[in-house]
């Protein structure tokens, strides 16, 4: 037999102790719930951007800095396919920090190395990598955003001014490109696009604290750089700028003393962007009257913008030339559209005359008194033709013709086109002439003359022409020898008798002037006979001094030349 099995004790269950163990992985749990509380605390915003390229740019390396502090961290890199795979999409985590500057006027841009005309920038991300730079903006808040492709010129912390420049073309302008006050840089070009109607350029400046209080309502920009050369009265003259104007151009402004007393320009005002210096005084002369010139000849080595002169200066230019045809009459003719600058001209002004009472009033004035209007050569080496202004009073009276909505100008001629058609004319009543008829009749007269110089008659008349001379020339000598010397001789006596008589007749009549009374007949009677006898000796004296310079003229008369010693042909 088995033995009995004991008896079953009955008694309460005591409860399980907690072992310390646990606190372990307790503690370990609030610890990671602290740091997940304080990590979502912490955590900023989630923002993505736009950018045309991803270069250099990698999810979770690439950081967000603003002046070298990190505030995020790219997160995902992706290619936007609502653009058509033409760009990328960056999602970025920030810094809860920065959480209120993430605003619609926030702006980023990839700092990368960038080689420039006017510097070299990024080289340090050659060390750390490519990072992303925020600049905080203003508006409400974004956290889409369009990043820049080119770091911004001006940031928005730069204290300044930025102003709007308009112009017709761009030039040599480039995004950065200084902005000169007295070729000191103070300030850069921001950017520039085209205008709301296409026909010019918008060019966009900032002028930095404290030069932009120096541009006023007056101010006057022009763009610098280029090589300048022209020809003067000294020559060649060239003007060149600095290498870095040469080569990045710029913009330089200045503003006339008597604008310095009014208050400074203000922020996003607008000016006009000349291209050069010279233009700002051409660009001062606002009134501006249109004519029109009608040429018929070739107008060759004229161009749009040549200058209108009057006795060498300028006033005014040619804005359009263009070709008319009449198919009435076949012909051509050409317009010349030029404006008058009528500042350029002082009038001066009579206190009797009466007011101008039209633009055109002036040179209607001009016009009746010659003024005509005709195209000269400015330059032998160019070949550039100008409109010179002159007045010619031979030119028939006319008036400005008003029949267009442009008065008309009367031209004139050029001197080789006057030249050109003289010879012309010339050529035609050449033509006109019977060349043949006229011809055969001078050949029959020559034939006839031929004839009549070989005929016996004229060689006999010839013959006795010489014999005739011979004598004469006998008879020449014989006066020279024989006659001529006697006369002279005579004729000289003869003077001098005359002279002495006329002394002794001034001596006797001074014997009597004492006793001859003034108002006497005797006295005046004396006088005359004096004078008488003066004159005669006087022209005894001239005849003698006759004979002896021309002998011959016994024979001949006066003035006749007679050589004794040339042979008779």
Known sequence: TLPPLPEPRIGRRRLATLS??????????????WIAWRTLAEQGPTISITFKS?????????????????????TAVKVDVGSLYSRVTITAEMSRAVEDHLTEGTRFWVVRPRLSLKEVSGLSTLVSGTYIEMEPGSGPEH?????????????????????????ESLGSLTQGAPVYYRDIPVGEVMGYNLTDDKQGVSVHIFVQAPHHLMVHKESRFWQVGGVDLSLTAEGFAVHTNSLQKLVQGGVAFETPEAANGEPPAADGASFRLFPDRKSIDEGSYTRKIPYVLFFDGSVRGLKTGAPVEFRGIRIGSVTDIRMEYDSVNGTFRIPVLVQIEPERVTEIKHLDEAPEESPYSLLDQLVAKGLRARLQMGSILTGQ?????DL???????????????????????????????????????????LESIGKELEATVAGANKTINSPEVLQTVIALKESLLSLQKALNR?????????????????????????????????VEGAIRPDSPLHYGL??????????????????????RQP???????????DPGRSPP
């Open 20 to 33: 310390p163990i646990w606190l372990v992985p307790l503690i370990a749990a609030l610890v990671a719930s």
């Open 54 to 74: 991803a270069e250099g740019i990698a999810a979770g390396k690439t950081r967000i800095k603003h002046k070298e502090v990190d505030i995020g961290l790219v």
């Open 143 to 167: 956290h889409t955003f369009t990043g820049m492709d080119t770091p911004p010129v001006i940031r928005a912390d730069q204290a300044g001014a930025r102003f709007l420049l308009t112009t």
């Open 385 to 389: 033709l100008f409109v010179e202004l």
């Open 392 to 434: 010619h009073p031979e030119a028939p009276r006319v008036h400005l013709g008003k029949k267009g909505p442009i008065p008309e100008l009367p031209t004139i001629g050029t001197p080789l086109d006057e030249i050109t058609s003289s010879v012309n004319d010339f050529l035609k009543r050449l033509r006109a002439l019977p």
């Open 479 to 511: 006066l020279d020898t024989e006659t001529l010397p006697a006369t002279s001789t005579s004729l000289r006596e003869t003077s001098e008798a005359a002279r002495e008589a006329m002394i002794q007749a001034q001596q006797t009549l001074k014997s």
């Open 527 to 548: 006088v005359e006979a004096t004078n008488e006898l003066a004159a005669s000796a006087r022209a005894i004296r001239a005849l003698v001094e006759a004979l002896e």
């Open 552 to 562: 011959e003229s016994l024979l001949f008369g006066k003035g006749a030349t007679v």
